[in-house]
């Protein structure tokens, strides 16, 4: 391909793409000859219809997003095969690609995962990686397969976890880091100067798609599990709790907090719940809860949701099911 820019395809819809996107725009090494996202959806408490934040993105910076319902339809690839793309980059998209579609772009289909595959395959390594405490984590350009991000590798990119890290702020640093390699990344594969390596047969882990109830708080589990969760599950689902405050209960979601290990106490109660600070016992040590979102309201901090009740608080403490 000396000599011409490669024709790129982009389908994307996750924050991730958007630096990518930022950086692909701005290079006039490659050729973007188009955009592809999912359709809008409900979102928010009012539910309206709302773009993914790829193609709302991509609309902000003056470019046309096609949106399809199934992009391995065949006028979907009619329309894909007439733009003739040498490769076919897929970044958070959320859809299965098919054979026929893998097969289409000349240089094949290149998915940018965030994970040092072949670790959390699958729909949420980000929350995964936060979740289980992993002291790093990072991109993964591959070589896209019918296999559930089974294909080989092109690059891996390393990136340090500090245990601090909210979903949200990772994704948009892992998005910085594919961005950076992303030129000459794709340049190289276009020209065929880089191959695709197996995946190591050891090491191998999926990762699941989250669910809502996932984001309920288990005060039975280890404090510095519940804290990591807040930060894995942020902003969705969120992590949340019920209370009981009175003659009502309700469901407070835990935006921060931080362990507290020199402390012990039975999971759920509370080992402080003043003006000094709100400390909850859990399996293993204690939880400091730093700022909560009660429903309908904003974020605020722990002691400022105690001021504002009447009576102390009774975190509900669910029992484990028999079975």
Not at 9 to 14: D, E, K, R, V
Not at 253 to 261: D, F, H, I, Y
């Amino acid at each position: 391909m000396a000599g011409k820019k490669p024709k790129i395809y982009f389908l994307g819809s996750g924050a991730i793409t958007i630096p990518i996107l930022q950086t692909l725009l701005a290079a006039p090494e490659l050729e973007l000859v188009g955009l592809g996202s999912q359709l809008d959806r409900p979102a928010g408490r009012k539910r309206l219809l709302s773009p993914t934040p790829f193609a709302e993105a991509a609309a902000a910076m003056g470019c046309a997003v096609d949106k399809f319902s199934n992009v391995n339809a065949p006028e979907v690839l009619a329309y894909l095969e007439a733009l003739e793309p040498d490769l076919l980059l897929v970044v958070s998209f959320g859809q299965i690609l098919k054979e026929p579609l893998l097969a289409l772009p000349r240089r094949g289909c290149v998915n940018i995962h965030a994970s040092l595959l072949p670790k959390y395959r699958g729909a949420s390594p980000i929350a995964t990686a936060l979740y289980h405490r992993d002291a790093e984590t990072g991109i993964a350009y591959m070589a896209m397969e019918k296999g559930l991000d089974t294909g080989g590798i092109y690059r891996l990119f390393h990136f340090p976890l500090t245990g601090t890290e909210r979903a949200d702020e990772l994704e948009r640093k892992l998005g910085e880091l594919a961005a950076h390699h992303a030129v000459e990344t794709l340049l190289a594969i276009a020209r065929g100067e880089c191959r695709a390596q197996p995946q190591p047969a050891t090491g191998v882990s999926v990762c699941t798609k989250i669910r809502k109830s996932d984001g309920r708080i288990d005060w039975r589990r280890p404090a510095a599990a519940i804290e990591a969760m807040t930060r894995a599950f942020h902003p969705w689902p969120g992590s949340s709790f019920e209370l009981r405050t009175g003659e009502r209960n309700v469901v407070l979601q835990l935006l921060s907090a931080r362990v507290r290990p020199e402390l012990r106490g039975e999971p759920g109660a509370a080992l402080r719940c003043d003006k000094g600070g709100w400390v909850i016992g859990c399996g293993e040590q204690a939880l400091e809860i730093l700022s909560v979102a009660p429903p309908g309201k904003r974020e605020m901090s722990s002691i400022a949701f105690l001021n504002g009740l009447r009576a102390r608080p009774e975190i509900i403490v669910e029992e484990p099911s028999i079975s």
